[in-house]
Nanobody
Framework: QVQLVESGGGLVQAGGSLRLSCAASGSIFSIVAMGWYRQAPGKQRELVAA???????NYADSVKGRFTISRDNAKNTVYLQMNSLKPEDTAVYYCNAAIKNYNRRVGDYWGQGTQVTVSS
C-alpha cells in the first residue's frame, strides 16, 4: 500500500506565505506525477498545481506567479510554496500522486488533507 502524509497547513494573514509538504511511502516503484488540489466550502475540488517525474509543471491560473510546486525524488516528497496568499486561497489542500507499484500498475492516491486559512 501507499501512504501520503501532508504537513504545513495553518493560519496566515493575507500576503503571507506557507509551504506544504507531502511525503509518499510504501510500495513505490516509481512516482509518475504528484500534485496539489484544494477544496473550499461549497465548492468542487480543483487542481492547484502538478509536477511530473520529469519536472514539468502545471498551475491553475489563479495561483500562477504566486505558488511554486517542486519535488524531491530521493525523498518521494512534493512541496507547494505559497506566497502572496489571499483569503480566496482558503481551503483544504489535498496531495495527490500517481504511483507505479512493483507490479507496474499505476494507482491514484490521496492524502488526508491539510487546512489552509488566509485571514484578511
Amino acid at each position: 500500500q501507499v501512504q501520503l502524509v501532508e504537513s504545513g497547513g495553518g493560519l496566515v494573514q493575507a500576503g503571507g506565505s506557507l509551504r506544504l509538504s507531502c511525503a509518499a511511502s510504501g510500495s513505490i516503484f516509481s512516482i509518475v506525477a504528484m500534485g496539489w488540489y484544494r477544496q473550499a466550502p461549497g465548492k468542487q475540488r480543483e487542481l492547484v498545481a502538478a509536477i511530473t517525474s520529469g519536472g514539468s509543471t502545471n498551475y491553475a491560473d489563479s495561483v500562477k506567479g504566486r505558488f511554486t510546486i517542486s519535488r524531491d525524488n530521493a525523498k518521494n516528497t512534493v512541496y507547494l510554496q505559497m506566497n502572496s496568499l489571499k483569503p480566496e486561497d482558503t481551503a483544504v489542500y489535498y496531495c495527490n500522486a500517481a504511483i507505479k507499484n512493483y507490479n507496474r500498475r499505476v494507482g491514484d492516491y490521496w492524502g488526508q488533507g491539510t487546512q489552509v486559512t488566509v485571514s484578511s
